[in-house]
Each structure stands twice: as C-alpha cells, then as structure tokens.
C-alpha cells in the first residue's frame, strides 16, 4: 500500500537487531538489509566491527549466500560484537571498513574519557556524603546482550536522587584492556556477567586501582549497588584466587571421563579449590575438582610451572586452549 522501494543492487546497509558472542563461531549479529544486497565475502562494519562476512543464516538456519532488502539474516565473521541498534555498512573496499570502525571505536573512548580518580563501592556512601561524587559510571560486560539490558532497566528503576547511576559502556565478552582503560579515565566501575578479565586486563587494573565487580546473577549487582548507595553494605563473602591453569592436552580415560593435561601458569592449585573453565574470556563451567594428578599419582596441590592432570566433576566439555581458574572463597569485612 506504502509502495516501500528500495535498491538490491547497491551496496548493502541496515541494522543491528541482535548481537552475542557465541562460543564456537565468535560475534555473531542478527542484522535486518534496509538497502542493497548482502553477499557472503563483503567488507562489512557494524558500529565499532567490522570484518569480512564468512557466513549468512536465515532465520531457519539454513546457510544463504545472499540477502535482500527486508530479509533479516545472521552473519558470522565480524572483529567483535556490535550493539543492538547500530547500522552495518558494506563497502568495496576492507581497508576503508576496518579504518571506519577504528575511527568510531576512537571517537567513543575519547567521548567516555572524565576526570581520572577511582571509585569503589566500598567508598561510594561516604563520597556521596562529602559531596564528591553524584554520578556513579559502570562499564558493564556480559556473556549476552539480554543480561546488559536487564541490569540497564533495573538501574533505571532504582532510586536516583543521590547519586545517578550511568552505564557509560557496555559489550559481550570477557573484560579487556580498553574496558580498564575506559574505566581509569572515567571514574567507573567494572561489573561483569559471567564474564572474566583476560589476564593483562586484570593486572591493569590493580595496577590503576580500578574496583572490579564479577557476578553470576544480575539481582546480586542490584543489590550490592542499592546498598553501596545508602551505606549498607555488609560483609561479603569473597573469592580469593589460587591459581591459573592452561589446558594443552584431553585424555579420555573409561569410566572417569575427561582429564585435562594442564600446566600451571600462575599461582598453586590445591585439591579442596573450586574451578571455573573459561573460554574466550566467558564462563562456561564452574564446579569442584574430581582429581588432582602428577605422574599418576594423586596429590593435595601443583604449584607454578610444573604439569598436572585435572578432572573436573560433572564435566567433560573441556577443549585445549581452555584457562581453569581455580580459587577459594573467604569472608571479609567492609571497610568504614
């Protein structure tokens, strides 16, 4: 009736309608064609992504090697995942993409760039009474888009009129450099879903003193920030990490299951320690040890850079490159 039109023969643009991080295939975005036709093999960025499409599947899952104006299809092969809501460019040429993502990616940390100083939650009520803080910042990462949306709705419905809450950057996967680098130059705090700092993330952090906060249920950020904000925050139970672990080789072993052949990067494992499995910076498992070996025998801990055999309980699901992070946790009191 509107006598909608549009141009399947030029180069193809349109939006972000859902985007994650998927475990076996990388960043994946659900993208709707608004102009021109999408092929498998074009230059494509998509807010601060961008790559060269390796793959299309419809919304049966059936691989296609084109799409058209109006079709919403999925694509694979993309730098990192973009936000739900950004528009996708193809352009003739990769360089021209890649040199468009960097120049957005450029143009949002220096947007997010305040003053440098490092607030925590731990010393949020106070500087909220001293006058010195009334914007709180948080660089939110999660496993998936729907977790960030959560915890943005349930921020919004919190009691502001002390202290505004602004999610200042948000994105799936596990915590970078830049993310520190965001939350250093803009006073913020990191919350993680399911997610883990890489290794040169955390150690910038400590190095910036920048409070990283790492959950498994959103209701648990609401309400350590809930409390922050009115001072009420009480003594935590906290994970004291133990050790970090590389996967290198799987044995399978007849009724047992899945032994890791690992070698202790960091720190000493202990048998009673409980692990978490991460793969590309997200958590996929988190359980106790089954079994602790070296050399075939069993034994209560392996310390820095010796080889050891690990079977984790329930679980088999474990691939070479995988990081065991293994930890304890203890109760700590809040600081005044």
């Given at each position: 009736v509107l006598e909608l039109k549009a141009n399947p023969d030029a180069l193809a643009s349109g939006v972000v309608i859902e985007a994650n991080l998927d475990k076996g295939r990388g960043p994946v975005a659900t993208v709707l064609v608004q102009r021109g036709t999408l092929k498998v093999g074009d230059a494509v960025v998509?807010?601060?992504?961008?790559?060269?499409?390796?793959?299309?599947?419809?919304?049966?899952?059936?691989?296609?090697?084109?799409?058209?104006?109006?079709?919403?299809?999925?694509?694979?092969?993309?730098?990192s995942v973009p936000s739900a809501g950004d528009e996708f460019r193809v352009f003739a040429d990769e360089r021209d993409a890649r040199?468009?993502?960097?120049?957005?990616?450029?143009?949002?940390?220096?947007?997010?760039?305040?003053?440098?100083?490092?607030?925590?939650?731990d010393d949020l009520f106070s500087r909220i009474q001293q006058g010195d803080i009334k914007d709180l910042n948080l660089v939110v990462k999660a496993d998936v888009q729907g977790s960030i949306e959560a915890l943005k709705d349930a921020l919004d419905k919190m009691d502001q009129s002390e202290v505004h809450i602004n999610v200042i950057h948000s994105g799936v996967g596990g915590i970078t450099e830049s993310d520190v680098m965001l939350a250093t130059a803009s006073d913020a705090i990191i919350i993680g879903f399911n997610v883990r700092p890489l290794p040169e993330a955390r150690a910038l952090a400590e190095k910036e003193k920048v409070d990283m906060r790492m959950y498994r249920v959103i209701y648990q950020a609401i309400e350590e920030i809930n409390a922050a904000r009115v001072g009420m925050l009480s003594p935590t139970i906290e994970e004291q990490e133990t050790?970090?672990?590389?996967?290198?080789?799987?044995?399978?072993?007849?009724?047992?299951?899945?032994?890791?052949?690992?070698?202790?990067?960091?720190?000493?494992?202990?048998?009673?320690?409980?692990?978490?499995?991460?793969?590309?910076?997200?958590?996929?498992?988190?359980?106790?040890?089954?079994?602790?070996r070296r050399f075939k025998e069993d034994v209560k801990s392996v310390k820095q850079g010796y080889e050891c055999g690990i079977g984790i309980?329930?679980?088999?699901?474990?691939?070479?490159?995988d990081i065991i992070e293994s930890y304890r946790t203890i109760e700590v009191a809040r600081e005044e």
């Amino acid at each position: 009736v509107l006598e909608l039109k549009a141009n399947p023969d030029a180069l193809a643009s349109g939006v972000v309608i859902e985007a994650n991080l998927d475990k076996g295939r990388g960043p994946v975005a659900t993208v709707l064609v608004q102009r021109g036709t999408l092929k498998v093999g074009d230059a494509v960025v998509a807010g601060t992504a961008h790559g060269r499409v390796r793959a299309l599947l419809n919304p049966k899952g059936e691989a296609v090697e084109t799409a058209g104006p109006a079709d919403p299809v999925e694509i694979q092969g993309l730098s990192s995942v973009p936000s739900a809501g950004d528009e996708f460019r193809v352009f003739a040429d990769e360089r021209d993409a890649r040199n468009l993502a960097e120049e957005r990616a450029l143009k949002q940390r220096l947007l997010a760039q305040e003053k440098k100083s490092h607030v925590t939650l731990d010393d949020l009520f106070s500087r909220i009474q001293q006058g010195d803080i009334k914007d709180l910042n948080l660089v939110v990462k999660a496993d998936v888009q729907g977790s960030i949306e959560a915890l943005k709705d349930a921020l919004d419905k919190m009691d502001q009129s002390e202290v505004h809450i602004n999610v200042i950057h948000s994105g799936v996967g596990g915590i970078t450099e830049s993310d520190v680098m965001l939350a250093t130059a803009s006073d913020a705090i990191i919350i993680g879903f399911n997610v883990r700092p890489l290794p040169e993330a955390r150690a910038l952090a400590e190095k910036e003193k920048v409070d990283m906060r790492m959950y498994r249920v959103i209701y648990q950020a609401i309400e350590e920030i809930n409390a922050a904000r009115v001072g009420m925050l009480s003594p935590t139970i906290e994970e004291q990490e133990t050790a970090h672990i590389e996967v290198r080789e799987l044995f399978k072993v007849p009724k047992i299951g899945v032994i890791a052949g690992c070698f202790v990067q960091e720190g000493e494992i202990s048998r009673d320690d409980s692990v978490r499995i991460v793969r590309d910076g997200t958590i996929i498992h988190d359980g106790k040890i089954h079994s602790l070996r070296r050399f075939k025998e069993d034994v209560k801990s392996v310390k820095q850079g010796y080889e050891c055999g690990i079977g984790i309980e329930n679980f088999n699901d474990i691939k070479v490159g995988d990081i065991i992070e293994s930890y304890r946790t203890i109760e700590v009191a809040r600081e005044e």
